[in-house]
T-cell receptor
Framework: GEDVEQSLFLSVREGDSSVINCTYT??????LYWYKQEPGAGLQLLTY?????DMKQDQRLTVLLNKKDKHLSLRIADTQTGDSAIYFC??????????????FGTGTQLKVEL | KAGVTQTPRYLIKTRGQQVTLSCSPI?????VSWYQQTPGQGLQFLFE???????NKGNFPGRFSGRQFSNSRSEMNVSTLELGDSALYLC??????????????FGPGTRLTVL
C-alpha cells in the first residue's frame, strides 16, 4: 500500500529558511500536497504540485519534487513564528472509479525560535 | 464563501454509545471525505461520498458509517463506541472529487472523547 514518511521535528531560527522533507512509495501518485495544522485546528492547504513538475514556487513557499527518488520537500523562506505548526505532506494516487483519498505523512512539527 | 463547517466541535461519549457527526461542505462542492486523526495512527482516510453515494472506503470496521444528503451535507456515525475511537474527525470537501488538482478543503474537525 501507499506509505508517506516525514521527519518528526524541525527547529529553526526566525528569519532562516526551513526545509521539510517527505518520501512516498506510491509510484502512481499524481498530485502531492502540503498541509499545515495549527493547534486545535483543521488542515490548511498550503500548496500542491503535479507529478510531472519538478518545482513550484508560491510566495515564500517552494516545493521541490524528485519523482525518481519519490522525494518531496517544502522550503519556507524567511520563517516566522507564525509558521510554527505541524506540516503534513500527502499524496493522491490513481483510484479506480476516480475519487479522493489522501494518504498523509506522519507530520513534521516545525518550531520557530526567536 | 464560507468554509467547511463541522458540528459539534467537541463531544464526550461513553463506551458502547453511538455518535453522529455532521459536515457541511463549501457551497458547490459535491465530494465530502472523512478522516480520523489520532496521535498513534496519524491521519487516516475513512470514506468519501459523492452525489449521495459512497465512492471510496478506508480500512475501518463496519461500526463506522456515513451518508450524504442531496444538498451534499454529510454525516458520519460511529456505533458501539470504543476507547480507541477517541480522535479528531476531519471532514474535507472538494468540487468534484476527481482527485489530483481538485483540492480538498478541510473543516476544523470534531474532537470526540470516549470515556
Amino acid at each position: 500500500g501507499e506509505d508517506v514518511e516525514q521527519s518528526l521535528f524541525l527547529s529553526v531560527r526566525e528569519g532562516d529558511s526551513s526545509v521539510i522533507n517527505c518520501t512516498y512509495t506510491d509510484s502512481s501518485s499524481t498530485y502531492l500536497y502540503w498541509y499545515k495544522q495549527e493547534p486545535g485546528a483543521g488542515l490548511q492547504l498550503l500548496t500542491y504540485i503535479f507529478s510531472n513538475m519538478d518545482m513550484k514556487q508560491d510566495q515564500r513557499l517552494t516545493v521541490l519534487l524528485n519523482k525518481k527518488d519519490k522525494h518531496l520537500s517544502l522550503r519556507i523562506a524567511d520563517t516566522q513564528t507564525g509558521d510554527s505548526a505541524i506540516y503534513f505532506c500527502a499524496e493522491i494516487g490513481g483510484l479506480t472509479g476516480g475519487g479522493n483519498k489522501l494518504t498523509f505523512g506522519t507530520g513534521t512539527q516545525l518550531k520557530v525560535e526567536l | 464563501k464560507a468554509g467547511v463547517t463541522q458540528t459539534p466541535r467537541y463531544l464526550i461519549k461513553t463506551r458502547g454509545q453511538q455518535v453522529t457527526l455532521s459536515c457541511s461542505p463549501i457551497s458547490g462542492h459535491r465530494s465530502v471525505s472523512w478522516y480520523q486523526q489520532t496521535p498513534g495512527q496519524g491521519l487516516q482516510f475513512l470514506f468519501e461520498y459523492f452525489s449521495e453515494t459512497q465512492r471510496n472506503k478506508g480500512n475501518f470496521p463496519g461500526r463506522f458509517s456515513g451518508r450524504q444528503f442531496s444538498n451534499s451535507r454529510s454525516e458520519m456515525n460511529v456505533s458501539t463506541l470504543e476507547l480507541g475511537d477517541s480522535a479528531l474527525y476531519l471532514c474535507a470537501s472538494s468540487f468534484s472529487g476527481t482527485g489530483g488538482g481538485d483540492t480538498q478543503y478541510f473543516g476544523p474537525g470534531t474532537r470526540l472523547t470516549v470515556l
